[in-house]
């Protein structure tokens, strides 16, 4: 089946630290990864997205390698900055999902000091 | 551009009572839709899908049900809410022909159900 594990938060970091997000996936056929954003009381917005092995996608200093052999999509910042606080999802999208529908993982709150 | 709009962005109402959220999304034709719940604990549940005008599918039985009466309006109902509705609620949607590709979220609304 398709899933996606995300490393369980909270996860606390003073401003200007070095971030990683684990996400791990398992998929049937080839998924798009994702990773989401949500600020306190927002929906979802998209961070970065990678469509395929070896792809990197990156986005306000956020970047995240697509890994097949590893089946991982982690999410990293070299220097975080305490507007970053919020919960990040991992998600994946497969041509085999009906509906075109995402799997997403649990959510990982961050929270950055300054 | 494309724009997706829900409203309202909160409610309170008491149990019994029903319930209408609608989503509506501009700048595109034939979107496939999505209503996600996301409760205290941070997960995305998705509740319904649709890939057309009159086309639902639900993905958990529960207390709700959907609707799509224009090409690019979803409405999420309930004729008599529970305790457990209460929740966060998000609207997306995609184009039809981008399997791979990521979803778009509109702000969600917030119920709270007393």
């Known amino acids: 089946g398709n899933s996606v594990t995300q490393m369980e938060g909270p996860v606390t970091l003073s401003e200007e630290a070095f971030l990683t997000i684990n996400c791990t996936y398992t998929a049937t056929g080839y998924p798009s990864l994702f990773w989401y954003v949500q600020y306190p009381g927002e929906g979802l917005q998209l961070l970065l997205k990678a469509t395929k092995a070896d792809d990197k996608g990156s986005n306000k200093g956020f970047e995240a390698t697509y890994r097949k052999e590893t089946t991982s999509f982690h999410l990293e910042k070299g220097s975080v900055q305490v507007s970053d606080s919020a919960v990040y999802f991992c998600?994946?999208?497969?041509?085999?999902?009906?509906?075109?529908?995402?799997?997403f993982g649990q959510g990982t709150e961050l929270s950055v000091k300054p | 551009s494309q724009t997706i709009h829900q409203w309202p962005a909160t409610l309170v109402q008491p149990v019994g009572s029903p319930l209408s959220l609608e989503c509506t999304v501009e700048?595109?034709?034939?979107?496939?839709l999505y209503w996600y719940r996301q409760a205290a604990g941070r997960g995305l549940q998705l509740l319904f899908y649709?890939?057309?005008?009159?086309?639902i599918s639900s993905e958990v039985p529960q207390n709700l049900s959907a609707s799509r009466p224009q090409d690019r309006q979803f409405i999420l109902s309930s004729k008599k809410l529970l305790l457990s509705d209460s929740g966060f609620y998000l609207c997306?949607?995609?184009?039809?022909?981008?399997?791979?590709?990521?979803?778009?979220f509109g702000n969600g609304t917030r119920l709270t159900v007393t």
């Open positions: 649709s890939v057309g005008i009159g086309q």
């Open positions: 998600a994946l999208t497969s041509l085999g999902l009906v509906g075109g529908k995402l799997i």
């Open positions: 997306a949607w995609r184009g039809a022909l981008g399997n791979n590709s990521p979803l778009h």
């Open positions: 700048g595109t034709s034939n979107p496939n």
